[in-house]
């Protein structure tokens, strides 16, 4: 079983649309997690950023987190075709010195339909 | 403020032979991360670089080796390439090494072995 678990999709919706992306995991030192957006043939782009449970906004996008479930989703409001692309969600531990390795979910693939 | 660069965009290679990928950190960062991504999957942790020296690495054989130059660039070095290191590989740079700091990817190199 794999650290992060995320559903592969491709999760296909209509422009204006609702989008609900979600990634499960088991390692429980896990506190901080985040979301990226990764288009075709380029590198990840952080968009959310959140340390340990609860809800985040910016903009048309919310995450949230629930530590007691071991499970985090991203929210897309009013989806636009430009939103078209993989989102990746990406966790670590607990701040040290030792450095800060992301553990990723395998990414979920969105197409908004105009 | 030029985010993080790598080079080349695309290499192609053929299975034995050697390779050296290169990163530019975005500016005021002195961590960079190398990250192998497989096609359809979420990139994969290599190592870390901090203060010129390897601080964290992931699962990946001692085939892959890194650097990093006083300027805080870096470098991806690959001996002995097999078909199975066909992969995106990005770069990420952070300011500082400590768990909270957030990572920044650049585009990646396409890597091919053939």
């Known amino acids: 079983q794999k650290e992060v678990e995320q559903d592969p999709g491709p999760l296909s919706v209509p422009e204006g649309a609702i989008v609900s992306l979600n990634c499960t995991y088991s390692?429980?030192?896990?506190?901080?997690f985040m979301w990226y957006r990764q288009y075709s043939r380029k590198g990840p782009e952080l968009l959310m950023y959140t340390y340990s449970s609860g809800n985040k906004e910016d903009g048309r996008f919310t995450a949230q987190v629930d530590k007691s479930s071991k499970y985090i989703s991203l929210f897309i409001r009013d989806s636009q075709p430009s939103d078209s692309a993989t989102y990746l969600c990406a966790m670590s531990e607990r701040p040290n010195n030792a450095g800060n390795m992301l553990t990723f979910g395998g990414g979920t693939r969105l197409m908004v339909k105009p | 403020d030029a985010g993080v660069t790598q080079s080349p965009t695309h290499l192609i290679k053929t299975r034995g032979q050697q390779v050296t990928l290169r990163c530019s950190p975005k500016s005021g960062h002195d961590t960079v991360s190398w990250y192998q991504q497989a096609l359809g999957q979420g990139p994969q942790f290599i190592f870390q670089?901090?203060?010129?020296?390897?601080?964290q690495r992931g699962n990946f054989p001692d085939r892959f080796s890194g650097h990093q130059f006083p300027n805080y660039s870096s470098e991806l070095n690959v001996n002995a390439l097999l078909l199975g290191d066909s992969a995106l590989y990005l770069c990420?740079?952070?300011?500082?090494?400590?768990?909270?700091?957030?990572?920044?990817f650049g585009s990646g190199t396409q890597l091919s072995v053939l």
């Open positions: 670089y901090y203060e010129e020296e390897e601080r």
């Open positions: 990420a740079s952070s300011q500082g090494i400590r768990t909270n700091e957030k990572l920044f």
């Open positions: 390692n429980s030192a896990f506190q901080y």
